[in-house]
């Protein structure tokens, strides 16, 4: 890191979401590729535009055709994905916009290092850290490998692609999950319905259930 930087002070975290009124924070799904965690992270979005809150959601594809179209699949290259993701979620919910990541994100401690980004940045007037839900998407690997919309498992088992989660690299379930959700059991709708719960009852969001 450089040392001949200085931190700008601006307006801080509770009057930006006075100004905005709503509160920022980062909801992050993990799960199995074919778990489902894209379709439910854009029912979401949409679901919380109409409800009249402003959220963005960054999807683990998507940020390899631009900001991290340099990483590869290898373990060192997936934490550096995790921990740039992380960095622009935390900016997102900062700026108190609701920020919804979906990515396969298989490792503890990398997941651990995004939470922390949020949990660890608290705003030096404010003393309010930037909340970080973690949901966790389940579904078997043998689930998965039936639903292969894309067909990588059936080429990671051929042997096409390497360090494949599930099949040639680990994941690392989440232990302790804000949220979690079996998504052979519960439609799209009823997993939107249970993270909104979740977030009203903890007043992120200001809405009647």
Known sequence: ??????????????????????????????????????????ALEQ??????????????????????????????????????????????????TIAIASFISPYRADRGLARDMHKNDADKKAGEPLEFIEVHVDISLEEAEKRDPKGLYKKARAGEIKEFTGISAPYEEPENPEIYIKSDKMSVEDSVAEIVKYLAERKLIDVKL
């Open 47 to 96: 679901h919380l535009l109409h409800l009249g809150f402003a959220a963005y959601r960054l999807d683990g594809d998507n940020v390899r055709f631009g900001l991290n179209k340099d990483l590869g699949f290898s373990e060192k290259d997936r934490g550096e994905n995790i921990r740039r993701i992380g960095e622009v979620a935390k900016l997102f919910a900062d700026s108190s």
């Open 1 to 42: 890191m450089a040392t001949n930087i200085t931190w700008h002070s601006g307006l801080t975290r509770k009057e930006r979401s006075e100004f905005r009124k709503q509160r920022g924070f980062t909801i992050w799904f993990t799960g199995l590729s074919a778990s489902g965690k894209s379709t439910i992270a854009i």
